[in-house]
């Protein structure tokens, strides 16, 4: 049974991190309409090869993105070559959470 240690909840996006996967979800009108309802993407942690968090510079969200193996750079049409299926954008109002996710699967992996 997985254990729920945090959430990043964007505008684009939420993660959900389990002490042994990590679980993206795409939740609200503009990401429906950008990544339509394909469902929640879960990735088992000790399948992760690397993490890449971007912090948000003024007037530009930032991403957190997840590599794994067989992951492919999937990216709707009109969203930004840092927001494929496998990240989120993350505002500055998370950009705190976002690198604690990061620091903790970088631990684990």
Same mark, same amino acid.
């Given at each position: 049974?997985?254990?729920?240690?945090?959430?990043?909840?964007?505008?684009?996006?939420?993660?959900?991190?389990?002490?042994?996967?990590?679980?993206?979800?795409?939740?609200?009108?503009?990401?429906?309409?950008? $990544?339509?309802?394909?469902?929640? %993407? @879960?990735? #088992?942690?000790?399948?992760?090869? &690397?993490? !890449?968090?971007?912090?948000?510079?003024?007037?530009?969200?930032?991403?957190?993105?997840?590599? $794994?193996?067989?992951?492919?750079? %999937? @990216?709707? #049409?009109?969203?930004?070559?840092? &927001?494929? !299926?496998?990240?989120?954008?993350?505002?500055?109002?998370?950009?705190?959470?976002?690198?604690?996710?990061?620091?903790?699967?970088? %631990?684990?992996?």
């Amino acid at each position: 049974m997985s254990t729920f240690l945090m959430k990043l909840d964007d505008i684009l996006g939420q993660v959900a991190l389990y002490d042994d996967k990590v679980v993206i979800s795409r939740s609200g009108l503009l990401a429906i309409s950008l $990544y339509g309802t394909t469902g929640d %993407k @879960t990735i #088992p942690i000790n399948q992760i090869t &690397a993490v !890449e968090f971007r912090d948000p510079k003024f007037l530009i969200d930032g991403y957190l993105k997840f590599y $794994y193996l067989g992951s492919t750079e %999937k @990216t709707p #049409p009109g969203v930004s070559k840092h &927001a494929p !299926e496998n990240a989120v954008s993350v505002s500055p109002k998370n950009s705190k959470i976002a690198r604690e996710i990061k620091y903790y699967i970088e %631990k684990c992996i």
